[in-house]
């Protein structure tokens, strides 16, 4: 499990940081469970969680069709491993707070439909598609293999639910390394997003308001600039398995 926990930390640039842009300084509390007939998932993506939440579903006498989550993100297999269950299931997703990371690449885009609430979070900022890895000499070659079956879990993983696989890498041509270094020190932004039109430039189908609107930044102006809203091209053409082994 030690490359489990290295990817974590490499993946999840300032895991608190992504916390503080949903609004919130302290990690989530871990829960997954069924409410009011809805599944609900708070807390980091781990196989755990998955494991509980899919025997959860399996038990139920009534099987939920929405899956209500707040998470930071998680290894890049849970999130896919998680992503891939959400659309075998035809479950719809909804954000209850901050979807960021592994949730915003894999569980957000795998759902039937989309909710957001007018002030849920989204965030991306990279996937095992990413260019920019720091791991050290003696862990590389563990890493390399790793992230070679990642790569190919996750351009299958994304050709299947018809998205183009540069959604969770786009930003990061427009995401100066400036921003990242500043995040450090508490400052700076620690992501990106998009607005709905680009989402679906991408792919991303489905998505419903449930209180007419989204505009988060509004509703959470202390953090705000944590997150750099990202304008996709109007030269930009959907491709499936854009990055590809």
Wanted: charged share 25%.
């Amino acid at each position: 499990m030690k490359i489990v926990v290295l990817l974590f930390s490499v993946l999840v640039v300032g895991c608190t940081s992504v916390n503080n842009a949903g609004g919130n300084n302290q990690n989530p509390e871990t829960f997954v469970g069924i409410e009011n007939g809805n599944l609900v998932y708070r807390g980091g993506i781990t196989e755990t969680s998955n494991n509980a939440i899919f025997a959860l579903f399996n038990d139920a006498e009534v099987k939920p069709s929405r899956l209500l989550i707040t998470s930071q993100g998680g290894e890049i297999g849970a999130g896919l491993d998680l992503g891939q269950w959400v659309k075998d299931n035809g479950l719809d997703v909804e954000v209850e707070r901050v979807c960021a990371s592994s949730c915003a690449n894999y569980i957000f885009p795998a759902a039937n439909k989309k909710y957001l609430r007018k002030d849920s979070v989204l965030l991306w900022h990279g996937s095992a598609w990413q260019a920019d890895w720091s791991v050290d000499d003696k862990n590389r070659q563990t890493f390399d293999e790793y992230l070679t079956g990642m790569r190919k879990q996750e351009t299958e993983f994304y050709a299947s639910i018809g998205v183009d696989n540069l959604l969770a890498n786009y930003g990061q041509s427009k995401f100066s390394s400036l921003d990242f270094a500043q995040n450090l020190f508490g400052k700076g932004t620690v992501g990106y997003d998009y607005s709905i039109a680009d989402m679906e430039r991408f792919g991303l189908k489905n998505i419903i308001l449930i209180d007419g609107e989204w505009d988060w930044r509004k509703y959470r102006p202390k953090s705000a600039d944590r997150v750099k809203r990202i304008n996709v091209d109007e030269g930009f053409e959907f491709k499936l398995r854009r990055f590809e082994i």
